[in-house]
């Protein structure tokens, strides 16, 4: 086997592994209401009025525009999933410690993700009585091919964790895809770079599927898994190879 295609072997195993993972965790915790609701609960009142004062009227508002509920729905359904691997495409055809920091930060931060799912169910605020939370993905699931349980196939609900909600992946991965385009060398892929995680914030929190702690969630293994891979190599690193970098 070639050194090139051993390197694909390995990143493909790795982020399959990673998918096996999830659906592990789905199955063994994807029920646990009680707690998930429990530590909603504990989150909203970290958040006290921030909650009350932003999260609720952005949702309000969301669904007195049907045009922007719908982009809203196909945005969090799409982007997470399209955005993503297309940036780590880009990254890797660029090559170097840009690809392989990313593709290790991205990996890290999803077991980190899993890690807390599997301990920490939560609940996101859409499917928390007595917020005042719209579901704008099951009220606009006309329009899309979701149902009830966001961004998932109506019928195969169950192949989804909607207690996964601390951390927010779809921010997280969000924010990894613009620390990667604006390593890029190009200027212009940093406007995406800006504008993508600033819009998924609004959607995710539009659409009642996070709390804005589980951005901050999001955010923080991100941020955490970059510095565990930069760590990493300054590490292994002999102290001349650092020298020349």
Known sequence: MSALRAHWVVELGVLAGLFAAYNLIRAAQGDDAGAA??????????????FRHVEVPLNAWMGTSPVVAVAACYFYALMHY???PTVLLLTRRAGGWLYWRGYWA??????????????????????VPDLGIADVMRDYSAYGWWGSAASAPRGIGD??????????LHFGWSLWCA???WGLPSRLWRVPAVAYPVLQVLVVLATGNHFLLDVVGGAAVVTLAYLAVALGRHLLLSRDERARI
Do not use: C, F, K
């Open 37 to 50: 609701m429990a530590h909603s609960r504990w989150v909203l009142g970290l958040e006290g009025d921030v």
């Open 82 to 84: 399209v955005v993503t």
């Open 106 to 127: 991205i990996v890290l931060a999803s077991a980190i993700a899993l890690a807390v799912y599997a301990a920490w169910p939560m609940a996101p605020p859409r499917l």
């Open 159 to 168: 192949a989804t964790n909607q207690y996964a909600a601390m951390p927010s």
């Open 179 to 181: 620390v990667q385009l």
